[in-house]
């Protein structure tokens, strides 16, 4: 299937989808929450995604928690009400961002999940996304098994890389 966007960053950009749904990912590559999970447990601030759902299906949006449009970020939107993130100009000037993906990893995420494959960005993605483990390794050193109010952001952080931080 051929994927055409039309959204504000991307006019016109396209890929094809040739993995299945959900499946077919890389074996190194064990997200433990959906895109969908993600938005409706509390990512981002409540901002992310917002400008482009006509890319993606409409269920994952029903339930996401989102600002009304026109307002900035709200960290009491997130799971674990505390800010997790770097602007996106940071990440930007870091290098982080692939052109075909101008809102980052969670972009990628969205759509590597629906079946387009980029062989040499997925790996790279895949690669930023098993460093996020060193958090796990931390969360479990400081915290009490289940204590949600331990480090928080990053848990919050973990949240936003699709680990499912809530269950450590």
Sequence with gaps: MHVT?????QQGYSYELVAPVGRDFAEDFKPELTPQQMLELGVFG??????????????????AR??????????QLNYFEINA???LSEWRRKGWIHP?????????????YMGRRMPEEDVR?????RQMTRH?????KHCHPGDQTCRRRQRQALLHWAY?????
């Design 5 to 9: 966007v039309n959204d504000k960053m």
């Design 46 to 63: 409540g901002v992310y995604m917002r400008d482009c759902r006509s890319e993606f299906p409409a269920e994952w949006f029903a339930h």
């Design 66 to 75: 989102f600002v009304p449009e026109g307002q900035g970020r709200d960290p």
């Design 85 to 87: 993130s770097q602007p």
């Design 100 to 112: 075909d993906d101008p809102r980052g990893w969670f972009q990628w995420y969205c759509r590597y």
């Design 125 to 129: 993605q895949i690669k930023r996304w």
């Design 136 to 140: 796990i390794g931390q969360i479990k």
């Design 164 to 168: 499912d931080s809530r269950q450590l």
